[in-house]
Antibody, heavy 122, light 108 residues
Framework: EVQLVESGGGLVQPGGSLRLSCAAS????????MNWVRQAPGKGLEWVSY????????YYSDSVKGRFTVSRDNAKNSLFLQMNTLRDEDTAVYYC???????????????WGRGTLVTVSS | EIVLTQSPGTLSLSPGERATLSCRAS???????FAWYQHKPGQAPRLLIY???SRATGIPDRFSGSGSGTDFTLTVNRMEPEDFAVYYC?????????FGGGTKVEIK
């Protein structure tokens, strides 16, 4: 089955760290560029980060730049998001999302996971 | 960044009725770089429409997208029970890509 499954969410104090994982299956993960998208409670979707197939080109939203680090392990079909210096406003469900295009981004997403909840609170 | 405003916030319809969802951009969206997603609670979001009007794989033809510039529309002809969900628009013509706040389509 073609799917993405996120894990690693939980409750963390402000200033703390968390590492999210996304396990891909059913497709050739190494040929797709990937993204992280989040949704804060009661809010819309917000793009967070992009990584190309070789981890050469990486982008972040201004709201997480300098605090979050995206990475991938193509041998293990996995995508990661290391989140440091977490803030209350980072509380959200985090989704990994596959870009429609292979190798190069199309910037719309044809496969999403169900998400993992990150709660930043003291 | 381009801000997308969706309306209405909530749409109450009966099965069989037509749904018309709007998305207005704060500035003109480049070319046809516009998409729509469906999201049900606890599920993964699903791509419905890309390139303004192209249906994604497996999407029924009762879903259609239209628009240009700053005004875009998602139409669902004859709502089916499984179509009641939250719908999000997205522009990807100008970085950073942005999403709208969503329209919830609920059963009347």
């Amino acid at each position: 089955e073609v799917q993405l499954v996120e894990s690693g969410g939980g409750l963390v104090q402000p200033g703390g760290s968390l590492r999210l994982s996304c396990a891909a299956s059913g497709f050739t993960f190494s040929t797709y560029v990937m993204n992280w998208v989040r949704q804060a409670p009661g809010k819309g979707l917000e793009w967070v980060s992009y990584i190309d197939t070789s981890s050469t080109t990486i982008y972040y939203s201004d709201s997480v730049k300098g605090r979050f680090t995206v990475s991938r392990d193509n041998a293990k079909n996995s995508l990661f998001l290391q989140m440091n210096t977490l803030r209350d406003e980072d509380t959200a469900v985090y989704y990994c999302a596959r870009d429609f295009g292979r190798q190069a981004p199309y910037w719309y997403f044809d496969l999403w996971g169900r998400g993992t909840l990150v709660t930043v609170s003291s | 960044e381009i801000v997308l405003t969706q309306s209405p916030g909530t749409l109450s319809l009966s099965p069989g009725e037509r749904a018309t969802l709007s998305c207005r951009a704060s500035q003109s969206v480049s070319s046809t770089y516009f998409a729509w997603y469906q999201h049900k609670p606890g599920q993964a979001p699903r791509l419905l429409i890309y390139g303004v009007s192209s249906r994604a794989t497996g999407i029924p033809d009762r879903f259609s997208g239209s628009g240009s510039g700053t005004d875009f529309t998602l139409t669902v002809n004859r709502m089916e029970p499984e179509d009641f969900a939250v719908y999000y628009c997205q522009q990807y013509g100008s970085p950073p890509l942005t999403f709208g706040g969503g329209t919830k389509v609920e059963i009347k």
